[in-house]
């Protein structure tokens, strides 16, 4: 859930778990507030897992997503992501006595990996934080790094938010960086770079309003 944010006058070159460092102990516990973790579980659903696979999640953050990835498919191998370090720490604590799972240091839009090495890719509440150019980058990088016939599945704020969804959403369509992600945003810029994509649902979520569900394949 943390990601790039060129240009910042921050000492960050990225936006950590809640905006703060100082928050990061507290993150997981917030995420569970907010109902994060039936969310988490339907895009590990909707990814369809099984072993064998190999599977990529960016913007991990403390690894709630890689690591229901990985209970749900045991024999996979999978990899988290993110620019955050101290993010990266608390997720490899997490995950310790787990094989066939690694997190690494990497921001989305320059992705270590090689061409076609990924058969699935996970984005959970991440893209809402990165400007439009490094957001084009990233699933520029996303559909390079899966292999032709491989799937993204992402969940984010999306869709038609109105006001009626609440505080929160009528603060999302203020906020620029929000936004750029409601309408059909995130579809036409996943088929910009060359995805097929779909919306897969939307989930009324406490606090944050609405988030959406997209699941984007790479054409074989």
């Known amino acids: 859930m943390t990601e790039h944010r060129p240009h910042t006058a921050t000492k960050h070159d990225y936006v950590p778990a809640f905006g703060k460092d100082a928050l990061l102990p507290f993150y997981d516990l917030l995420t569970r507030v ?6 988490y579980d339907e895009l590990v659903a909707q990814a369809d897992l099984g072993d064998g696979l190999r599977v990529l999640e960016i913007g991990c953050g403390t690894g709630n997503v890689t690591l229901r990835a990985k209970r749900a498919a045991p024999g996979a191998d999978v990899i988290g992501t993110d620019p955050d370090p101290l993010a990266l720490a608390r997720a490899q604590r997490k995950a310790r006595g787990m094989t066939g799972i690694r997190f690494e240091r990497a921001y989305a839009q320059e992705l270590p990996f090689a061409d076609g090495e990924f058969d699935r890719a996970l984005s959970s ?14 699933v520029a990088e996303l559909h390079r790094v899966l ?8 969940v984010d ?10 505080l929160a ?3 999302m369509k203020d906020n620029p960086h929000a936004a750029g992600n409601l309408g059909d945003a995130i579809p036409r810029l996943l088929r910009s ?6 919306e897969v649902g939307t989930r ?11 699941r984007a394949t790479r054409p074989a």
């Open 169 to 171: 959403a009528r603060w």
């Open 147 to 154: 292999h032709p016939g491989g799937q993204l599945h992402i």
């Open 34 to 39: 907010l109902g994060m973790g039936r969310v």
């Open 157 to 166: 704020i999306g869709g038609h938010m109105t006001a009626h969804h609440g």
């Open 193 to 198: 770079v060359g995805f097929d994509c779909e």
């Open 125 to 138: 509440m991440m893209l809402h934080h990165l400007d439009e150019d490094v957001k084009a980058g990233a």
């Open 204 to 214: 009324r979520q406490r606090f944050i309003g609405q988030v959406t569900f997209y």
